[in-house]
């Protein structure tokens, strides 16, 4: 029967966990594609390792030998029910069927990292459990900083930060102190088994709820009228097993989904694109600016034709030379976790962003700065090849620390690229294109120039950072003897 | 036919109810937490009736009944001559599905048959159980589907809105019921078994009385007495039942109403099977069970799946651990309340507040008035003793001559199928051929959207037995994603488990959950029953694509060493 939950209490923390951590707050690479990975790095996170060691997670277990990843079909427990030694805490799909995955050890379900219907890979975390209540807020608050607090099924209520610029983990989300079937409160409230359902979903304190239903029990519609959601029409009830229910009810203040267009059809995302989707919905609490820089490639592309016999590619030349400005700019290569301080990242990691069949990746070329153009294109190549088989390793697609995007060969001229959670800029390449030049003297030539367009997060890097980043950054391209040294 | 049919209706509502109701206070011998207390219907021959009633609707029942008789061969045309100095070889108290099983093949072994019935022909399965339960379960699966809109979509359908006409669900199960109870009379009346009305009680040794209440008793000599009587709704005392907000399962297949919010008392067969028919109507639904987890009697493993699909995800939620100490029926302007103890401490531990409760704790058996007394046997909780072979057992424990208890009265196994099963296996020894039933390889099911079913033992019932005698357990799975008229029909959802012995190849158990459960697992009661190995049976080939590729795949992962001799027994050589 089912494989056992793999929890293990979490290593007492080391100092140089910092950075980790930092990715973990900082969650996906942009594009990254299994928003699951960054659970990888939760392990670290510990401030306090005494009370830490209490606090156990729970991880995606190997259910055959042939599983490298498993897709969480549903969690049976809910964070803060308490779990017994045995029981059945989520349902895993591995290539073959669906296991129920059982704990090994008593404890609460404090925070659930991957929601329903995503991806981890085995190993990864995908649940965190406390030993008591007091330790669920801080193995919360863990959960949150993951950024990934959500069960994808649970309405995004929580993942919309307040108004006010608060931090996030602020967002409420009202513990469910008391279990259902005991609530001896003063006042007995008495709620239907689906307005309990209902409740917990959309993560509404019951006791705040006046019944309207016979002898004043608390209805369904009660609890969705609370919630702001106009009543499913009464068909959508019981039946459908649930995948990801696509009921999403924000709260009050977000508006109605627009009504379909009859004869549309809805598919829902994969794995990969619900990842992108959410990081990209995190991106929007990053303050960006961008600024543009015209490029001449002429030597660049002179250099390309020369060492391309030799393996190389345009995106390792790319790569190389912004890592090699951004050893000179060490700011545009650091990242803003908490918005209280600066990350300095020790290497740098340029990621790449591909376009892979219906969603997006971002392959790593770690220490783009130190490896020789010959040895990145090697790389890069066999990074491409493990992509297209699905079998980049965590690290391989979320240890970036600034983002490279090229969409020239396509004939994009310029665009605009939006920073992924996490890293402190992002670079989008346009085409090189025969352009007409004037110089100071007046005179008029053809040359090719490409726009490069640099997002950043305004919290660390400022105009002048970026633009001086840009400056030297044409200077190496302009002047490429540098890069095959 | 329409003239039978709004008889019998009427016959049965009215005085039935009263009646009823004196019956369960009656009973209150315990029997809460048998898991097997779902009632099936395994009709046996029942064919014989459709087979009567088509296409000769309007003729008359003799002429029907011949033309039916004479398609049988020639022994079963009538009813046989009794021996010498009996009024009747045979005489069946009861006739509900065990006794029709019984008369029908005792008829066929040449017996002269009498059955007596105090009530209507068919029992509870047909009149108050499994047979009118499909009819409900066949429209909440209906609309279910229509319900899912996810479900819809997959395949491109779309429908505006599903509703439904209470009254009309109702009929649907009482017509159902109507009918299945004609064929069950027809059936009987064809082969010439007399139908004795009245109650029926023990005289002494081979000798029984019917007769209605209030009428002169008729006193019959027969060889052999089968007592089948069957069972009752168990209601635990503290429980008043009403018959309106406080039910039985035998009121609430009449759909009298659709409470909004039902509690369910035990999640059994029976509390599950309604549970899936009131939800698609629309109720909320609160389980009670008192151990600590639903639906014991199930497979550990299919259980948690069963929870996961038919439970979670539906307008229901639970107490377990609990007892319902006291159910006040709604009345004055108050709800149905109901107070619930704590199963182990008896500490009260919450109060309920509900529209409804259906009382599914189980079922009593209905022994009373039998005169058991006069061939000195005492019931146990209300169960009549007997031993392997359906004989009854006195109170000295002594096997009492020529009387036999089949059925829920004598609480082997709880299950329709089981009581013709057994009475066939009575009607056997009877005429001198020893027989002994095989209850491991009696299948099972519950009638939920989707189906669970089972034969043989559990996997921590197996693991037990294996333990104790020293062979080994291994465990077998397939999912029903993997099969291709399950994907096609958007019913992925599922699992089929084997238990079985990989020294010798032997099937100890089969589990399944899934669509259609209920009609696969005869492929593997059968083997069990015909003690095939999973080395031989997983040759048999399966048609394509069809469900039934879940049980051939799960017989083909099975792994049985390959060592095995075909000596299976030690031989001296």
Redesign the interface.
Known sequence: MASSLLSRPSPPCNTHTISFSYSLASPLQWPSRHSSFLKFHLRPYQRNPSVQAKIREIFMPALSSTMTEGKIVSWIKSEGDVLSKGESVVVVESDKADMDVETFYDGILAAIVVGEGETAPVGAPIGLLAETEEEIAEAKAKGASSSNTVPSSAPPAPSFPPPSPVSGTVSSSPKKVALPPVSDGPRKIVATPYAKKLAKQHKIDIGSIVGTGPFNRITPADIEAAAGIAPNSSTSNAGSVNVASPAPSPKTAAPAPPPSIPGSTVVPFTTMQAAVSKNMFDSLSVPTFRVGYPVMTGALDALYEKVKPKGVTMTALLAKAAAMALAQHPVVNASCKDGKNFTYNSSINIAVAVAINGGLITPVLQDADKLDLYLLSQRWKELVDKARAKQLQPNEYNSGTFTLSNLGMFGVDRFDAILPPGQGAIMAVGASKPTVVADGDGFFSVKSKMLVNVTADHRIVYGADLAAFLQTFAKIVENPESLTL | MQASISLSVSSHSSPAASTKSVRTEEFICINALKPANVRFCGLRKEILGFYALKGFDSRPIELSGRRSSRKLSASLSENGVPSKGFDYDLVIIGAGVGGHGAALHAVEKGLKTAIIEGDVVGGTCVNRGCVPSKALLAVSGRM????????L?AFGLQVS??GYDRQGVADHANNLASKIRNNLTNSLKSLGVDILTGVGTILGPQKVKYGKVGFSDNVITAKDIIIATGSVPYVPKGIEVDGKTVITSDHALKLESVP??MAIVGSGYIGLEFSDVY??L?S???FIEALDQLMPGFD??IG??AQ??LI??????Y?TGVFASKITPAKDG??VIIELIDAKTKEP???L?V?AALIATGRAPFTKGLGLENINVETQRGFVPVDERMAVIDKNGKLVPHVYCIGDSNGKMMLAHAASAQGISVVEQVCGKDHVLNHLSIPAACFTHPEISMVGLT?PQAREKGANEGFEVSVA?T?F??NTKALAENEG?G?AKLIYRPDNGEILGVHIFGLHAADLIHEASNAITLGTRIQDIKFAVHAHPTLSEVLDELFKSAKVSSVSSPIKEPVAV
């Open positions: 279910r589907e229509f319900q899912s809109e996810q479900h979509k809105s599903a909004e919010w939800t698609a629309g909320e639904v609160t550990p493993e948690k799946l996961r699909v979670n995800p539906r307008k229901i939620d107490h108050k709800p531990k919450d109060t507040e529209d996997e799975k999912s994603k993997a959802e699992l």
